[in-house]
């Protein structure tokens, strides 16, 4: 099987299956997928995503991304397809500049950890609640919001720090064709900076979920989670969630 998955108008969808864990295992394959903005969905891309088996979907956007750009995944289904919208910084990105104190770009997933727990543990329980069938997540570029619960997940899993941080940094490659695209080279540049996801950067977000939480697990009980809850987070990614 392969991570990167070929989903028509989508750049940076994958699968979070594969991947090696601390105890010489590797995560469960078709149960979480990561993605960019579904709302470049064509009906073909529709189509695969069901044909994988996709049964959920958490939209990770803001409300005005969300009214300006639809999703292209249907929120009402008659085959029992669920949609959830849940924007992962709050309100809007004023309230969410306010909250986290403008924080320096690179202290932004450590300050969500820390600023953004009511919606994190809210998105966190939409996933530990979904039938077993693959879930997807995502937000626009699907490298910072999207990535911060996919490394949240695998950190429970168990994954291997420097698989959790390659995770992170492939968007970088995914996403260079399309925001490229139609641009000016003197453009390049800056938009190529606006895409890096170094996997320094990841490996900074869990040395501080070490040292201020003492991993995820007491992370997601500091926001609140159920061990009921966290055992069934896991379970997305583990064949037995011991």
């Known amino acids: 099987m392969t991570r990167d998955l070929r989903i028509p108008n989508l750049q ?6 594969g991947l090696p864990t601390r105890d010489g295992q590797t995560t469960r394959w078709r149960s979480v997928l ?3 903005d579904l709302h470049h969905l064509a009906p073909e891309g529709l ?3 069901h044909e994988y088996g996709v049964q959920t979907v958490i939209d990770l956007r803001w409300p005005h991304e969300l009214t300006l750009f639809p999703t292209g995944y249907p929120t009402v289904d008659a085959n029992d397809r669920r949609y959830w919208h849940l924007s992962l910084l709050g309100a809007s990105p004023e309230a969410w500049d306010e909250r986290s104190q403008n924080v320096p770009w690179d202290q932004w997933n450590k300050a969500v950890l820390d600023h953004g727990q009511p919606e994190m543990a809210a998105a966190l329980r939409l996933i530990a609640a979904a039938p077993t069938a693959p879930l997807l997540f995502h937000c626009v570029a699907g490298k910072d919001r999207t990535g911060l619960i996919a490394a949240l997940l ?3 899993a168990d994954v291997e720090p420097e698989a959790i941080a390659a995770d992170y940094a492939a968007s970088t490659e995914n996403l260079r064709a399309r925001w490229l695209a139609g641009q000016p080279e003197e453009k390049w540049p800056a938009i190529i900076e606006s895409l890096s996801c170094p ?3 990841m490996h900074a977000l869990l040395a501080h979920l070490a040292e201020r939480y003492g991993g995820p697990g007491g992370y997601f009980t500091q926001i609140g989670l159920s ?3 966290v055992l069934n987070l896991r ?5 037995g969630a011991g």
């Not at 940076?12 to 299956?17: A, F």
């Open 235 to 239: 379970a997305r990614l583990r064949d």
């Open 154 to 156: 695998l950190a429970l």
């Open 12 to 17: 940076n969808v994958r699968d979070l299956g």
């Open 227 to 229: 061990q009921p809850e």
């Open 34 to 36: 990561r993605a960019d």
């Open 47 to 49: 189509q695969a995503l």
């Open 199 to 201: 996997p320094e950067r």
